[in-house]
Structures are given as structure tokens and as C-alpha cells.
């Protein structure tokens, strides 16, 4: 649910807040016991334009083997699998965080022609605004806040997306660094 409609409360220090928007629900994709034994770890982010989205991933198994994904929803046209090899991800400016080597800047670029029969392209750069840092056990976990900034075409119809707050999370189960 990439664009899930959000209605109801929250309440802060006995202060409620109504809120309404738009919220995504995360589903742990292909996540097993054995996921943290057999992977390294994976970068995943959500970019939402105004009337389409874009989840995308970088699943690290090796330092040489990974797997590129992109799913784009249109909120009135369905949804568009991309091809890996049309898919770029790129991660820039890594600093010390928690023990960990972490970047700072993503840009994802998305150049497919073919795999829908339809011309798709994207530029977005997401630079970090926010981390949050967790661990459990030898698992760490970044949740990044992330400002956007690009734009999304499919056919003839383009959205930019300008300074709009986004998520990415990083999730490392090793130790090593690979990235």
C-alpha cells in the first residue's frame, strides 16, 4: 500500500493531535530466519511525486551480488515493474554512524523504455536530514528522513518532486562493511 490514506489521533504527553494524510504500509518482503545468515543487508526507500510513487531497493547478498528494484504506482494507472538493468542507485558522502560506514546522499535513476512498452524515467536525489539508529542483537538498523528533490515521467506525463520529506532505511545484519 504505497499511498495509504491515514486518519486518527495521537496523543503526546496527554495532548491529542489529529492527523490525516498519506502513510505507507512496510510488509518484510522475503524475510526469513536464515534472510540475516544469507544476505548482508539492504538499502529500501519510498519516493511519493503527487500522484505516483516509486518503492525501490538495493539487497546486498555479496559484495558482488545484488539485487536492483523498482515498482512505480500511478495512482489512476496501475503500477510499472522496472528491469534491474534500467535501474541506478547510487549512494554518496558516507560518514561514521554508530560504528557503521553510512551515506549521507541516494540518487536513483530509472531509464526504461522497454520493459512496459513505455518510456519511464527518473532522476531523484534524497539527501539525509534525519537518521535514527537501531540494534538488535548484531542487526543494524538506519531509518533515514531523507529531503527530495527530481522528477518522474512516465509517457508524457512528468511530476517533479521538490523538497518532499521521504524514508529510507538501511538495514545491515554483518558486520563488514560492503557498500
Known sequence: MPKAIVEGKIEIKGKVIQVNGVGYHDHNWSYSPTTAMNNYGWYWGRTN???????????????????????????????????????????????????????????LNINDEKTNNIKIDCHVKMNSLDIQYTRIFTIKYWRYHVKTDGAISIGNYSEKIQDKPQIIEYLKFKAKNII
Open 49 to 107: 511525486a503527487e500522484t505516483m510513487n516509486i518503492t525501490w531497493a538495493k539487497v546486498i547478498h555479496t559484495k558482488d551480488n545484488v539485487d536492483i528494484l523498482a515498482v512505480i504506482n500511478k495512482d489512476e494507472g496501475g503500477f510499472y515493474n522496472i528491469h534491474p538493468e534500467y535501474i541506478k542507485i547510487v549512494t554518496k558522502n558516507f560518514e561514521m554512524n554508530n560504528r557503521g560506514k553510512i551515506p549521507k546522499i541516494f540518487i
